[in-house]
């Protein structure tokens, strides 16, 4: 299977804390990735990095990208209540193919 | 951003029927559309990919004569879940893409199949 893993699985922290997590994936890739999901609904696109970017910011969103180790973080600052949800990484390789990573649903707590 | 619709939202339907879902995208041309289906606290998996006015691709492991795609126009692909079973109950995403505008998939709010 080319789906990537993030780890952890699962996160709980209070509110105001940083929540990371993190990407692994198996193949060359064009960019990755982050999307995030609400429970049982669509993705909402958060933020795009290319396979010659290492970091990028995008409000309180940080990624960064190790195309070496094959793997990206994703950094949530200050979180807050309306942060809790899946997020999910997605490789875009290549062929123009799309695979998700497992997931890490994070939950935040006021 | 880009707007991708699909319908129905969700769909109860009794084993041995076909099921049809749509995915338009609203505001461009997709060029690209591909179908998901989620589990429960699972992630997504890539079922299809369909370019318009072509057939699709399918990944290892689907049916492509149990999961029919459709890509007829540069806003349109339907996914048709024939002779629906129990184990087909699932959440179903699509998502399109122009690769002549941008590398980001939009994704549809999906459709959840229960089949009885």
């Known amino acids: 299977s080319q789906q990537g893993e993030e780890d952890p699985q699962a996160l709980s922290i209070q509110e105001g804390e940083n929540a990371t997590m993190n990407c692994s994936y198996k193949t060359s890739i064009n960019n990755l990735q982050w999307y995030r999901q609400n429970s049982g609904r669509g993705l909402v696109h958060l933020i795009l990095?290319?396979?010659?970017?290492r970091e990028k910011h995008s409000g309180r969103l940080r990624v960064t990208l190790d195309t070496s180790k094959k793997s990206s973080s994703l950094l949530i600052t200050a979180s807050r209540a309306a942060d809790t949800a899946s997020y999910f990484c997605a490789t875009d390789d290549a062929g123009n193919q799309f695979y998700f990573g497992t997931g890490t649903s994070l939950t935040v707590i006021p | 951003g880009a707007v991708v619709s699909q319908h129905p939202s969700w769909v109860i339907c009794k084993s041995g029927t076909s099921v049809k879902i749509e995915c338009r995208s609203l505001?461009?041309?997709?060029?690209?559309m591909f179908w998901y289906r989620q589990f429960p606290k699972q992630s997504l998996m890539l079922m299809a990919t369909?370019?318009?006015?072509?057939?699709?691709?399918?990944e290892q492991g689907v049916e492509k004569d149990k999961f029919l795609i459709n890509h007829a126009s540069l806003t349109l692909s339907t996914l048709t879940v024939t002779s629906a079973h129990p184990e087909d109950s699932s959440f179903y995403i699509c998502?399109?893409?122009?690769?002549?505008?941008?590398?980001?998939?939009?994704f549809g709010p999906g459709t959840r199949l229960l089949v009885l």
């Open positions: 998502s399109a893409r122009d690769l002549r505008l941008q590398e980001t998939q939009y």
């Open positions: 990095i290319r396979s010659n970017e």
């Open positions: 505001d461009f041309q997709a060029t690209t």
């Open positions: 369909s370019n318009e006015g072509s057939k699709a691709t399918y």
